[in-house]
């Protein structure tokens, strides 16, 4: 064993909080094929007439877990090294990355432990226990967050696994806009959501990765706009309040994220959640497709006018499908006139 | 004009009222294409993982209109002659045929009317008109229905396009067993709803088209279960009474269709109302899949053992995704525990 290279049990590994490199996402693409699903891309013609042309849709809501979580996540456990292996992850999520670092970590037999906030959505905490994942209630605050994951990682000695501020996960991101360039090689504008950006600073790479002239837009929630104001800041801005029912996009933008994101975005445009619940209702009635309100924004910025549908061929990310029948989305969207 | 070739106005075609024989369903083919969707195939690793098998699942609920209704629909409309299309086509129904006939005739450029009984469901009455479908009303009973159409065909010699007991509608449903299987060639067992049997005896037909040895399994509700208990008599029999909430499987088995079901069907296996429920909500909230009950019932035979998922490749025929949000199948699913 080369001591050398060994690091600190529970220390985030130097140099982790950054963007990966082409060699990064190379690996990550040969190590995730097989290991996750190939998401199906869908172009439905009901979307074709409402706005005159073509777009595809990259329907993360069939990945395994639902949502595109699962790709970072299990880029980042298939990482581990064995000291790290045995000694197991975790990380703080309400949501979908809770649930992906779950199911990543069962698969490859290793321990996850996440912190969830007792705010959490009912069906997202029930996915991380039903994925196997071991749950440590915390508050609602993010101090309260980080606080009992520093517990965590100071007791098991795990490994923490950022759900959008890690190489391994932002490159775990990246193949799907990898899968979706190679499915439709003549896209040339791809809308993504933005909550902490690692979905869409993996598109970005992955377009130059694969050499593509694509235009990258970034979608925000108006109520957590946050990306918007550091791009007009040039510096990252936190926001005092966070209201959007796009649960999934409520994050700050990352240290390792907002550079790429500041350089490699096309445009940002925010979508108001009226925007986003019509937009998930239509895509429920009309296109017969389950997609939380997080996914529904890229719907959203079309529908409403807000990203150009043509000429040039568009794409669009459905980042994930894990919505809760009892909660507030669910409700105001069927009120929906 | 051969006046020879005429037939009288609004009376049905000579014939019309059998299974279609291979040159029609070759028709078919050649004729749908390009003017109706291919639509997806899908195998959810959820539904692999649950049933130890992995299950292919054509998702005729992306189809236009949303459901496989289109396809026949659009086959009988394209087949018509000149002085039909003048005439217009007709029909009573109280769901997805309406819709997918008021699509293809406004497609075509042809004038529709669809006979709806009061008791329709809201959505499917609001699809055909948005469809273009002029709508007559009338009571829920068969003979409102039957009169009500008469009264069309008599005053505008409308043509008659039955929702299954119909060559053109037949082999036009054919089709979307011919896609299923040319996409999944190693399909050895297939599962198809039945309410009147155009699905069912369209996959049978394709299947010798093809010349595959596929078993077709129907799948029936229990509450509507007439072609179960005419299999056993050996003759069609009326239900005195049809009680389930798979609203597009309440038709009784036609006079074109049951012949070939008798001969053809490998199985017909019957589900419970609370197993299509079930069914629905897991498409819904594990699969992400929207999903109306006559669809979930092959689901319902797969998940509740009714039909063997393995080991011989097996696929099943999701046939529609139309319910209706304020309906009593939608909140009975969503008050399951």
Redesign the interface.
């Known amino acids: 064993m080369k001591i050398a290279n060994r690091k600190p049990a529970g220390q985030p590994e130097e140099g982790i909080r950054r963007a990966p490199g082409k060699a990064e996402i190379a690996a990550a693409r040969a190590r995730l094929a097989g290991r996750l699903?190939t998401t199906?891309v869908?172009a439905?013609?009901e979307l074709q007439a409402r706005l005159g042309a073509r777009i595809a849709l990259k329907c993360e809501?069939?990945q395994?877990t639902?949502a595109f979580k699962a790709r970072g996540a299990m880029n980042a456990v298939s990482s581990l090294g064995g000291g790290e292996r045995e000694r197991g992850v975790a990380t703080h999520s309400s949501g979908n990355h809770g649930a992906a670092l779950a199911w990543a970590a069962r698969t490859a037999g290793v321990r996850a432990t996440i912190v969830v906030p007792e705010n959490a959505v009912a069906?997202k905490r029930a996915a991380i226990r039903r994925f196997g994942g071991e749950i440590v209630d915390c508050g609602p605050a993010q101090t309260d967050r980080e606080a009992a994951l520093a517990e965590v990682v100071a007791r098991a000695g795990a490994t923490v696994v950022h759900p959008y501020d890690d190489a391994r996960v932002i490159a775990g991101q990246a193949t799907a806009t990898i899968e979706f360039l190679e499915a439709e090689p003549r896209l040339r504008r791809l809308l993504v959501p933005v909550g902490g950006g690692g979905l869409a600073t993996g598109a970005i790479l992955a377009a130059r990765w694969l050499r593509r002239e694509v235009e990258i837009i970034g979608v925000e929630p108006a109520g957590a706009d946050d990306t918007r104001r550091s791009l007009a800041a040039g510096e990252r801005v936190a926001l005092e309040r966070v209201d959007t029912l796009a649960d999934g996009l409520r994050a700050q933008v990352g240290v390792a994220t907002f550079p790429v994101l500041r350089e490699g975005l096309s445009d940002l445009v925010t979508v108001a959640d009226a925007e986003i619940l019509a937009a998930m209702r239509w895509a429920?009635?009309t296109?017969?497709?389950?997609?939380e309100p997080s996914a529904a924004t890229v719907l959203a910025a079309l529908l409403a006018g807000k990203a150009a549908a043509g000429p040039a061929p568009t794409g669009a990310i459905l980042s994930g499908?894990n919505i809760d029948?009892s909660g507030e989305a669910w409700q105001r969207m069927?009120a929906l006139p």
Chains 1, 2 share one sequence.
């Open positions: 699903r199906p869908l439905p013609g809501q069939f395994v639902g069906s429920f009635e296109m017969k497709l389950v997609i499908g029948f069927r």
